[in-house]
């Protein structure tokens, strides 16, 4: 009696539902008076069953779930909590808020608690929180304000979810995401039409940063081949790493990446792992790159010279002058783009220059005629003269120190060949190119094409002087020839046995009477005119001719009047290469 009982109770229906009997006593007139009062109280125990369930899923919640007042004292702590952050729950409650709060998060905790207070509704926010062990944990953060019986505020419930390993794999892969478009990028640079290898590093390096996990303080460069192609900002510093850029297995270049500033220690100080390999994987792509753009570069530039050789071979069938030749043949290997420079000397048999010409080079190539003129030949020259093959000098600056064209810095490598056909040496040639193309045998096989196509024509010319030299003195031996035989009143008779024809003077002609001369003369026309006495013998002496070479013999000849009259010939037989 005084107390409330729970039991369980049937309706009429005949349904079971939990009731809570009181039961209370008192006299009256001296009786006692009994009440049984009976609650139905289904409604409540599925409250407290709620109340239960709800309780348990916050002690085993995997997520942090803890209940502050509006001061930040923590006043409840589940399990999930405990292994969040590390803090027992008898740690916990001896706890503010603050000690979880990194210290540039501390107005972001203010500001929600505030704004809680005064009634707003607080979205899902991400923030950060410390862990015991000092981790800086990145969290999803639900807050929610309790209210009292009476509906006072009376603390904060927050429900936080660790995210670190999702943001921290959303973070790789916004990394993974940068090299990919560095690598893409540096791609989409390569087949960029016409653009050269130099080009083409200085925008690889220019992109690079962007790549590495702190841009704003990342610089970059690229050694290679004793050039240099660099950031703006570039500054080499403690924080660096580096790759070698590799051409079939030789070293010819370095790609270095550096951090202007320190940043945390990482994997390998403050470089990730993956930049490691990415700037391995970099400078293997630069090495493929340079083959690939070197042996197009090395196909467009032997085009260049084919080009060069096929207009030279136009030139030496059209130009008949040495004078006009040698400058326009040198004119035609810079035109192409072929060479930086080309120069002709040509030598007599003594050494002594002859003639000389270039093309890309000016004002600064007389200093060079000069030396040639006084007989003094540069190495590459002597070189040249004294061996059919090509002369190579990669390196005219550090080999050519008595050389007027050593310092000129385009000119980075030198060939040289002599002019020498049907084994006569005319001079030699020298080029200026590129000093990877100079150690070709392509380029080199080449530039002997051109040497050959300038000497043949430099040796056809020297044949067409000599036989128009020749031509010139049979004219003035002809002349004189036939002033003699005018003087001396010799007749001369060429009888082309073949064809029956003849070629003969006036003088021949009047000889056989015929003052005017005629227009036909042959060996039948000559018999005809033979007293027919004398024609065995002149037959026989013929047939002689025929096996001594020589002819001679005397006849009479009828002239058209009837007039008889003796004559005296001599003369050879002359043969063709049939005999």
């Not at 096996?547 to 005397?554: G, H, I, N, P, V």
Request: aromatic fraction near 6%.
């Amino acid at each position: 009696i005084g107390r409330a009982t729970e039991i369980e109770m049937k309706r009429r229906d005949g349904e079971l539902f939990p009731a809570e009997l009181s039961v209370s006593a008192r006299k009256t007139v001296g009786k006692w008076v009994g009440t049984i009062i009976v609650r139905d109280i289904t409604e409540r125990k599925r409250a407290e069953a709620e109340l239960r369930r709800l309780a348990t899923v916050v002690r085993d919640s995997n997520d942090a779930i803890t209940i502050q007042d509006f001061e930040g004292q923590i006043t409840a702590w589940n399990r999930g909590a405990e292994l969040m952050y590390g803090y027992s729950k008898e740690e916990a409650l001896q706890m503010g808020i603050w000690h979880l709060t990194p210290p540039d998060k501390m107005a972001e905790q203010k500001e929600f608690t505030r704004r809680l207070i005064a009634g707003e509704m607080i979205p899902l926010i991400e923030t950060q929180r410390i862990a015991k062990d000092g981790r800086l944990l990145d969290i999803w953060l639900t807050v929610t304000k309790l209210l009292d019986d009476t509906g006072k505020p009376i603390g904060i419930a927050s429900t936080e979810r660790d995210i670190t390993e999702r943001k921290q794999a959303e973070e790789a892969l916004q990394e993974r995401v940068k090299e990919l478009n560095c690598l893409y990028s540096i791609s989409e640079l390569v087949e960029t039409p016409g653009i050269s290898l130099d080009e083409i590093l200085q925008g690889s390096v220019d992109l690079i940063p962007s790549a590495w996990q702190y841009p704003e303080i990342v610089c970059a460069r690229i050694t290679f081949d004793d050039q240099e192609f660099k950031t703006a900002n570039f500054r080499e510093t403690n924080w660096k790493q580096s790759s070698s850029i590799t051409l079939r297995g030789e070293r010819i270049g370095t790609l270095d990446v550096c951090y202007l500033d320190e940043r945390p220690q990482i994997d390998a100080g403050p470089f990730l792992e993956e930049e490691i390999s990415l700037l391995d994987a970099l400078a293997a792509r630069l090495g493929r790159i340079t083959e690939r753009k070197r042996a197009e570069e090395e196909i467009k530039h032997l085009n260049l010279v084919l080009r060069a050789i096929r207009g030279i071979n136009q030139l030496i069938v059209l130009e008949k002058d040495r004078d006009r030749l040698i400058p326009r043949a040198c004119e035609i290997l810079i035109e192409t783009k072929s060479y930086f420079s080309a120069w002709i000397a040509l030598l007599d048999e003594g050494g002594k220059l002859e003639a000389s010409a270039e093309a890309g080079l000016g004002d600064a190539f007389q200093p060079l005629r000069e030396m040639l003129q006084r007989g003094e030949l540069l190495t590459c020259g002597k070189q040249a003269m004294s061996r059919p093959n090509v002369v190579i000098i990669p390196d005219p600056l550090a080999t050519c120190s008595g050389c007027p064209l050593s310092d000129k810095p385009e000119e980075r490598g030198v060939m040289t060949v002599r002019l020498e056909h049907g084994g006569k040496v005319y001079g030699f040639m020298t080029v200026a190119s590129p000093a990877a193309f100079v150690v070709s045998e392509e380029e080199q096989s080449l530039l002997e094409e051109a040497a050959d196509d300038i000497a043949f024509a430099l040796d056809s010319l020297e044949r067409e002087e000599a036989r128009k030299r020749a031509e010139e003195t049979l004219v003035e031996d002809k002349i004189r020839l036939d002033l003699a035989l005018d003087a001396s009143q010799i007749g001369v008779w060429e009888l082309d046995l073949t064809k029956d024809t003849s070629a003969r003077n006036l003088r021949h002609d009047q000889i056989f009477g015929y003052k005017e001369g005629i227009a036909e003369w042959g060996s039948k026309i000559f018999f005809e005119h033979i007293i027919p006495e004398d024609r065995p013998s002149v037959q026989a002496a013929f047939e002689s001719a025929m096996k001594t070479d020589k002819l001679y013999f005397e006849c009479r000849i009828l002239w058209p009047d009837k007039s008889i009259h003796w004559i005296t010939a001599t003369g050879k037989v002359a043969r063709d290469s049939a005999g």
